[in-house]
């Protein structure tokens, strides 16, 4: 038992945390937050030149062949400076979903291309009414010849309309709900027929919904076997749950650390505000939540890949109903310590407050993972 | 990173269970597991086994008879007993007061105290709060005065967790009132068979007499029972309240009364299904459930960071706050689990004298429910471990 970053982790966080602190200043935030794009090339670029696009992409495919500790090491230091670029979408959830098909030619280079910056992929699978449950696709793909041709609507999908690839679940087989006959298909994001409806989400980031109207992609757009693709899409999710879980746990300790200051230095009656037990109490709760969400982060990272779908499920509930918990309340908490200024859009404790309260929201929130771990415990 | 524990701490937990499997006596794991009250004779029937063996003192080294066991050592033997339905080891002699005595105490009174808290044969008792000292500690006012080789001790002490077994207690009292409140203390150790001490049973709301009132009338101690200097009592009182940290959170009583809880929520029945079953009662299982993991993770790496010895930081205080509200929350659900038949009640039913109208299983969570409450008053109320966080991380 322990709970130290190896030498190597211990550097790749290091380095990730210094770039970011040098490179991505929340004014940088805000411009980047107010371009078109939603996004940086430039930025984008540097985080493909430390690695970090890297990290869950095979050595073989010109990776760095890492993995759940190695995104938990890095992805705090993307919590606390707001990353917008789509590290969590393309680095981390489409990397790992595509990662089980490097034997496919097309995908292994795809994979290369994503660890080098040069694409950028995105997992296209929640719909409308699949809220947080991965069996529900509705969403067909049949057979035509030498293409299958997809028809659906794909809800909420983060960093879409950056996306060059989709990778989009579609049914081959089955009813919303069956594990089986959900096929995983490579779709050009201007393939004839797809059609972004993009918009910013609440925290500054960029999605879209997308809707596939007798889209045609080569039959060897299939990734791997027909209807057998929802194993891969879970470890893309589940990996993305846990490095969520991370950058949660980044953005929280920068919020405890901004509102700890605050108090100390903002004075009323006399005294800084941070001597009344009122506040006092507050900041304790935070500070106990925090490191329940820590603990959690690393055991959703310990157990994001275990072969056993029943440990590594409960693992993963129980760390995002901890961590989704301590996301609202230390956002909450933050933003009422901070008064009036914890309102505004200029100071940078809102902007955290917003992604927490997003990654509540994501992959299951408090609600459905509770549910989700009764039902699995009982 | 990992959360297994290493081939030699699985080795050492396999040795624990074993041993607890073999000389843990049925009929006090029965009582343990079932909630019934543990006799003066059960506890020190469990220390004589765990002497004999050598395991009487778990934190203590080699020297003193401990088997020096390191804190992820004592975190083991302490779940691995509690899931077995081992009694809560008491705290007073082998995780307070001995600790004390072998960091400042004399080489007579390490000889003279400490074999006796390691066999058992001497039980201790804590005289801390006072009826105007309770989370201000250092205002209390037990006089202490110097006569000859003497001190001549009066004064009151209240909450007195099982003083009626004492045979000995250790105790703060005032040596010097000009001082400040820190600095006038000093900490005696008081034969509980003295002339002038009084010992008076509180009841409390579940009928339990677990804690007592003693009062002091010219009650004589000798010098040589002093530990350390004079007017030095708070630091070594410090010192005692910073040393037991491994299981403070109880996460291994926790998950046996969970265990219990989800048991129970199996056999109750609500529209014809198991209560377990129940979407909302089964939310709340789940989140003490889930809460419950996070806190065994926050000690495990609390143990884990001790042992590579990093400065501790507000830890034990979360883990004091956070382990208390879980068991609060367990007793509550537990207790709820059973309707209606948490309502009938006798304070018989905690030593298995009653058979009650329900379930057996809910003859004694009421009272278990009632006693719990004590959990985030005693050792430091959960308000002053908030301040005590605040002040660790705020700083003012």
Known sequence: MNF??????????????????????????????????????????????????????????????????????????????????????????????????????????????????????????????????????????????DDYVLDGHKAVVMHAPAADVLLVSARTAGEPGDAAGVSLFRVPRDAPGVTLDAYPTMDGQRAADVHLRGVKVPAANLLGVEGAALPAIEAGLDLGLAALCAEAVGVMQALVDATVQYVQTRRQFGQPIGQFQALQHRIADMVIQLEQARSMSYLAALRCGDENMMERRKALS??????????????????????????????????????????????????????????LTR | MQLEFTPEEQAF???????????????????????????????ISWQRRLYERGWGAQGWPKQFGGPGWNAVQQYIFEEESALAGGPRLIPFGTKMVGPVIMAFGNAAQQQRFLPKILSGEEWWCQGYSEPGAGSDLASLKTRAVREGDDYLVNGQKTWNTLGQYADWMFCLVRTDAAAKPQSGISFLLIDMKSPGITVRPITLLDGSQEVNEIWFENVRVPVQNRIGDENKGWTYAKFLLGHERANIAGVGIAKRELRRLKDIARQERKDGRPLIEDPLFAANVAEVEIDLWALEITNLRMLSAERSARAPGPEASILKIRGTEIAQCISELAMRAVGPYALPFRREAMEAGWQPPGPDYAATLTAAYLNQRKLSIFGGTNEIQKNIIAKMTVGL
Not at chain 1, 50 to 78: D, I, K, R, W
Not at chain 1, 347 to 369: C, N, Q, Y
Request: hydrophobic share 45%; proline share 3%; aromatic share 8%.
């Open chain 1, 318 to 375: 129980a760390a995002k109903a901890v961590v989704g918990n301590a996301a609202r309340l230390i956002g909450q908490q933050a933003v009422q310590l901070h008064g009036g200024m914890g309102m505004t859009d200029e100071l940078i404790v809102s902007h955290w407050f917003k992604r927490l309260t997003a990654a509540d929201l994501m992959f299951g929130d408090r609600d459905a993972h509770l549910q989700r771990f009764a039902a």
């Open chain 2, 13 to 43: 937990r396999e040795e624990v269970r074993a041993f607890v499997r073999e000389q843990l006596p049925q009929s006090i794991s029965a009582k343990v597991l079932n909630g019934y009250d543990l006799s003066r004779e059960d506890h």
């Open chain 1, 4 to 145: 130290e970053f190896s030498d190597e982790q211990q550097q790749l966080h290091d380095s990730v945390d210094r770039y970011l602190t040098q490179q991505y200043s929340f004014d940088k935030f805000r411009a980047i937050r107010a371009s078109d794009a939603g996004w940086d090339q430039g930025m984008w670029r540097g985080l493909a030149e430390l690695g970090v696009l890297a990290v869950n992409v095979p050595a073989e495919q010109g990776g760095l062949g890492f993995g759940p500790l190695e995104t938990l090491a890095m992805m705090g230091s993307c919590g606390r400076s707001l990353v917008l670029e789509p590290v969590l979408s393309s680095a981390v959830i489409a990397t790992a979903t595509l990662k089980p098909f490097s034997a496919d030619a097309a995908a292994a280079a795809l994979l290369g291309k994503l660890a080098g910056g040069e694409r950028i992929a995105v997992l296209a699978h929640f719909e409308r009414d699949s809220r947080f449950e991965p069996q529900w696709v509705a969403g067909r793909a049949r057979r035509s010849g």
